[in-house]
């Protein structure tokens, strides 16, 4: 079955850098589009950043030019580097991906920013 082992959160302060990564097992890896998605209580689970099968990837407005996505296919891993960490970044982080008729989500990991 479908399993993600995430691990990288924590607490930081502002300004500061974690780097989130999820293994993946179960499926085909290299053939996924893969996601990094984070949620805060009492909102809507927010996709943070996203990597095509072709390494092509897609950022939330908010994190552009601070996050960066990355996937390893021989290692069925994908990461998400967090640089110049603000305050708004506190969520739980989930790795995602999706067969077209199922989604799969990890644990999640905590990320807290504050001084």
């Known amino acids: 079955q479908v399993q993600f082992v995430e691990s990288g959160g924590g607490s930081v302060q502002p300004g500061g850098s974690l780097r989130l990564a999820c293994a993946a097992s179960?499926?085909?890896?290299?053939?996924?589009?893969m996601g990094w998605y984070r949620q805060t209580p009492g909102k809507q689970r927010e996709l943070v950043a996203g990597?095509?099968?072709?390494?092509?990837?897609n950022y939330l407005d908010s994190v552009k030019g601070r996050f960066t996505i990355s996937r390893d296919n021989a290692k069925k891993s994908v990461y998400l580097q967090m640089d110049s960490l603000k305050p708004e970044d506190t969520a739980v982080y989930f790795c995602?991906?999706?067969?077209?008729?199922?989604?799969?989500w990890g644990q999640g990991t905590q990320v807290t920013v504050s001084s």
């Open positions: 990597i095509t099968i072709t390494g092509s990837t």
């Open positions: 995602h991906t999706s067969s077209g008729f199922y989604e799969y």
């Open positions: 179960g499926f085909t890896f290299r053939f996924y589009d």
